[in-house]
């Protein structure tokens, strides 16, 4: 199967294209064997840019991950949050090595989408969640004909130095849907109501898919037994 890349990714992948098949070609020229540098870090930009296709799990409600990464933190949170109410947060520290596509954790209507310009501290620094650069989705969920708040948050990291966000208020999105990516490493959080995530089914350090592993479901909600 050919390899997607993600097209938010196209200016990298040209400029790293033609900087590092230039300098292939140069060490062919100097030193044959030095062409494997160059040719090495141009796979990896392909590879970081993958956009593999992710049919999302078949359910009538629960929350997928947003994206590929580990558990960094499952926090309770207060009505003092982005979320304005209680509820929890759960981290997905992003490596290098991950996809970095982001999705929608759940059906749900974007109110609003909200870019801070911040520092660029390692995403795995508890700080990082306040201090660095970020973009805040505002999502409304409806469960049972009763909406509830459901906030995704992209926060950049040591090295990431853009976040794309492809979402408009009143946009309708499907459980698994593609909603934008962050270049290169960075953090993405999930903040949800009780009536949304009291029950939690991943734990720290686990490995998660974005669009595919489930994080959490309402006390009330199937599968939250």
Not at 26 to 46: G, T
Not at 60 to 72: C, M, Q, T
Not at 133 to 138: D, L
Not at 197 to 222: N, R
Request: net charge positive; proline share 8%; hydrophobic share 45%.
């Amino acid at each position: 199967m050919p390899l997607k890349l993600a097209r938010q990714g196209r200016r990298e992948i040209l400029l790293g294209s033609l900087l590092l098949l230039a300098a292939c070609a140069v060490s062919i020229v100097l030193f044959w064997p030095l062409a494997v540098v160059p040719l090495a870090l141009w796979l990896w930009v392909l590879w970081f840019f993958r956009d593999p296709d992710r049919p999302a799990p078949q359910m009538s409600a629960g929350l997928v991950s947003p994206a590929d990464g580990h558990i960094s933190d499952i926090t309770p949170i207060g009505p003092e949050s982005e979320l304005g109410r209680p509820g929890v947060r759960i981290g997905i520290f992003m490596s290098v090595f991950d996809v970095h596509v982001n999705r929608s954790p759940a059906p749900a209507r974007v109110e609003s989408v909200v870019h801070r310009k911040g520092a660029f501290l390692d995403a795995r620094d508890p700080q990082a969640s306040e201090r660095n650069e970020s973009a805040t989705i505002r999502l409304t969920c409806n469960r049972a004909g009763v909406d509830y708040p459901l906030v995704v948050r992209q926060v950049a990291g040591l090295l990431a130095r853009r976040i794309v966000t492809e979402l408009a208020p009143g946009q309708s999105l499907l459980r698994g849907q593609r909603i934008g990516m962050i270049k290169f490493g960075s953090r993405v959080e999930v903040l949800a109501p009780p009536e949304l995530a009291g029950k939690i089914f991943v734990e720290l350090g686990q490995k998660v898919l974005a669009g595919q592993t489930v994080l959490a479901a309402g006390m009330s909600e199937p599968g939250s037994d």
